[in-house]
T-cell receptor
Framework: QKEVEQNSGPLSVPEGAIASLNCTYS??????FFWYRQYSGKSPELIMS????GDKEDGRFTAQLNKASQYVSLLIRDSQPSDSATYLC????????FGPGTRLSVLP | EAGVAQSPRYKIIEKRQSVAFWCNPI?????LYWYQQILGQGPKLLIQ????????DSQLPKDRFSAERLKGVDSTLKIQPAKLEDSAVYLC????????????FGPGTRLTVL
């Protein structure tokens, strides 16, 4: 089992819709969870951090964490074409591990 | 404030050759990371330095990869000899505090091994 798993996508949503990105992790002792956005040919940039169960909102982004289910998600409300990118889930457990990323395409 | 600098931006070599990448972190950042990102995958942490000491190199293939950070500032990552599977983008990042949520990534070096 891979340490951090994500659907590879691509996930296509129409402009203005909610995009839902999911991530599962295997290390039950993981404590810190991150979402990065990576545009094609660019470096990753951190968009959300979450450390405790529940929801954390920042503008159009909401991160959700459920440690019992070993599941973390990212919701993007009012999706814009500029949100089209690969979204990487990253987890700190015994190591700092990135998932493979989900490619999101927001269609005008 | 200048960002993390990396060079070269692109490198093409043949298998069994050697290659070196250079990284200059943001001024004052004590922690420096090297990642390998293979196409279609997330970055994999290869090595983490705190000043000029190694904090974590558990995922560095030490038979062919080496890294150093002399004087706690610039760092070089070397591959000797390169294999086809080393084709990837090599990302350098730095952080003032050692916290990954405070790390800033450089533009990366794209390595192609033929």
């Amino acid at each position: 089992q891979k340490e951090v798993e994500q659907n590879s996508g691509p996930l296509s949503v129409p402009e203005g819709a909610i995009a839902s990105l999911n991530c599962t992790y295997s290390d039950r002792g993981s404590q810190s969870f991150f979402w990065y956005r990576q545009y094609s040919g660019k470096s990753p940039e951190l968009i959300m951090s979450i450390y405790s169960n529940g929801d954390k909102e920042d503008g159009r982004f909401t991160a959700q964490l459920n440690k019992a289910s070993q599941y973390v998600s990212l919701l993007i409300r009012d999706s814009q074409p500029s949100d089209s990118a690969t979204y990487l889930c990253a987890v700190i457990g015994q190591n700092f591990v990135f998932g493979p990323g989900t490619r999101l395409s927001v269609l005008p | 404030e200048a960002g993390v600098a990396q060079s070269p931006r692109y490198k093409i070599i043949e298998k069994r050759q050697s290659v070196a990448f250079w990284c200059n972190p943001i001024s004052g950042h004590a922690t420096l990371y090297w990642y390998q990102q293979i196409l279609g995958q997330g970055p994999k942490l290869l090595i983490q330095f705190q000043n000029n000491g190694v904090v974590d190199d558990s995922q560095l293939p030490k038979d062919r990869f080496s890294a150093e950070r002399l004087k706690g500032v610039d760092s070089t990552l070397k591959i000797q000899p390169a294999k086809l599977e080393d084709s990837a983008v090599y990302l350098c990042a730095s952080s003032p505090s050692g916290l990954v949520n405070e790390q800033f990534f450089g533009p990366g070096t794209r390595l192609t091994v033929l």
